[in-house]
């Protein structure tokens, strides 16, 4: 079956630090990688959607400066929290689909501590 | 407007009850409609998913019925179990991007022996 793992689960970084996540797809083809943020009040954010012989796209109020995203082959893909401040809190979901494929997949998360 | 909105924000439900659950979007140009559940300190899980084309996608005790014309939806869980206790997101993905969806902000869902 598909799975989706992510590493770390949990991660503790200081204030103005960076901290990079990654996501793997074991069992399919992941084509495209969507990175969201989940806040604590369960509410999910797109920050960026990297699909396989395209740009990565960045939704609104997310910038590669910031959330560098890497998607160097079809199983594998790492995002990077740059200089993390207390608002970057969160739980950080990959999500990954497969050529033609309707589901999208998601990792059990990296949970972002800032302090 | 690319918004998925969830209602109720919390159920309630007594075990064997059906709970039910609602979204609505407003963009025509959605087509495909998961639904994730998501335990405390996991990842969403994709549970049951529906195409605008269909009208009713029956997957064991987990039911989507689609309005087309009044964008609504609901998902229906019959016989509920304790262990369905979770919360619940209606997703959607915009036709002209066949990679994004957008999420609803979920139902929380407690089911109570």
């Known amino acids: 079956g598909a799975l989706v793992y992510q590493y770390p689960r949990r991660t503790i970084c200081k204030s103005g630090t960076s901290m990079r996540m990654e996501c793997q797809a074991v069992g399919f083809q992941a084509t495209s990688v969507a990175w969201y943020r989940q806040s604590p009040q369960k509410t999910f954010e797109l920050i960026a959607l990297s699909t396989v012989n395209s740009a990565i796209k960045y939704e609104q109020n997310f910038t590669q400066e910031k959330f560098p995203i890497s998607h160097p082959n079809l199983s594998f893909s790492s995002m990077t929290v740059l200089n993390a401040y207390l608002e970057d809190r969160g739980l950080y979901l990959c999500g990954a689909r497969d050529w033609g494929g309707y589901e999208q997949y998601f990792g059990p998360g990296t949970r972002l501590t800032v302090l | 407007q690319q918004q998925v909105r969830q209602s109720p924000q919390s159920l309630t439900v007594w075990e064997g009850e059906t709970a039910i659950l609602n979204c609505s979007y407003e963009d025509s140009t959605f087509n495909y409609f998961p639904w994730y559940q998501q335990f405390p300190g996991e990842g969403p899980a994709l549970l049951i998913s529906?195409?605008?084309?269909?009208d009713k996608k029956e997957d064991g005790r987990f039911t989507i019925f689609f309005n087309k014309r009044e964008k609504k939806l609901s998902l229906h869980i019959t016989d509920s179990q304790p262990g369905d206790s979770a919360t619940y997101f209606c997703?959607?993905?915009?036709?002209?991007?066949?990679?994004?969806?957008?999420f609803g902000k979920g139902t929380h869902l407690h089911v109570l022996p």
């Open positions: 997703a959607a993905r915009i036709g002209t991007n066949a990679y994004k969806v957008i």
């Open positions: 529906i195409s605008s084309v269909s």
